[in-house]
């Protein structure tokens, strides 16, 4: 006889998901993550409560601190997944300045310090005008960056004029107008001008070899940026203190010192000629 043999089939039991390791251990993260996120991005702790502005804007007429603080306010508070967070680890302080600087043209910097857990530091600083910037009608306030940054009137204010024949369109608030390195050659100008008591009025940039600087007794004087300056101050020095009698500065036209060793002037009228004196008797 032929023995018939059965397999004996066992049914292996399913173990129970909460004795699995693997379910805590994803558990246990999930947890720990969860905590993470909300101290960092919900819990109160990190939630910025105060946000303080120092510098020139607390006290500006026209930049004041509660327009800065109101654009502060309206970028920090932010949606995350389905929840209103001001948490000062979202903020995103670059995008902050930028947005300020655009809005507030008058701001030269925007510093930032974070005091943890909760209060946000901006310092203000203010651009200030060393001259006043004319195109066509137009007339802006003008830092030492060559950036314009305020509209004004021709006649508001005694600072000098700046023109740049080189600009073809009417800039707008926040432009640079002059390169910083050509400012910088300016002010140079400026303080050499100053020790020699010759009082500027207006620069105006004729070409990129050119800048014209006319005084206040109405005469010019041609400077090239591109060459040595030092050298052509000394040249200009030599001729007001050693050529042109101060008495006759007034009747001045101009001084080239733009070539050379040479420093050519010229005057617009001749000095006046008095007849000798007749002999006597």
Do not use: C
Not at 105 to 119: G, N, S
Not at 216 to 234: A, V
Request: proline share 5%; aromatic share 12%; hydrophobic share 40%.
């Amino acid at each position: 006889m032929r023995r018939r043999y059965r397999k004996s089939l066992r049914v292996k039991r399913k173990k129970p998901i909460y004795k699995n390791g693997v379910f805590w251990i994803t558990i246990f993260f999930f947890l720990v993550s969860g905590g993470i996120f909300y101290l960092l991005f919900l819990s109160p702790f990190f939630q910025i409560r105060e946000i303080k502005i120092s510098g020139a804007a607390s006290s500006n007429e026209k930049v004041s601190s509660e327009q800065i603080l109101s654009q502060v306010q309206a970028k920090i508070e932010q949606k995350l997944l389905f929840f209103t967070t001001r948490s000062i680890i979202l903020v995103n302080l670059k995008q902050i300045k930028k947005e300020i600087l655009e809005k507030f043209p008058q701001i030269a910097e925007v510093y930032f310090k974070i005091k943890f857990p909760a209060i946000l530091e901006l310092e203000i600083e203010e651009r200030k005008p060393f001259a006043i910037f004319n195109f066509e009608e137009n007339y802006f306030f003008i830092d030492k960056k060559g950036v314009i940054f305020e509209e004004v009137s021709e006649d508001e204010f005694t600072l000098p004029k700046i023109k740049n024949s080189l600009l073809t369109e009417k800039p707008k608030l926040g432009e640079r107008v002059i390169d910083e390195e050509l400012i910088s050659k300016i002010l140079k100008i400026s303080s050499e001008l100053e020790n020699l008591k010759v009082k500027i009025v207006e620069v105006k940039i004729v070409s990129d070899e050119r800048i014209n600087i006319k005084t206040s007794q109405d005469w010019e004087i041609y400077f090239d940026p591109n060459k040595d300056l030092s050298w052509q101050l000394t040249k200009l020095k030599v001729d007001l203190e050693n050529l042109i009698p101060f008495e006759r500065r007034k009747d001045l036209e101009y001084i080239d010192l733009r070539f050379g060793d040479s420093a050519p002037f010229k005057y617009r009228t001749p000095p006046t000629l008095h007849p000798p004196a007749e002999a006597g008797p």
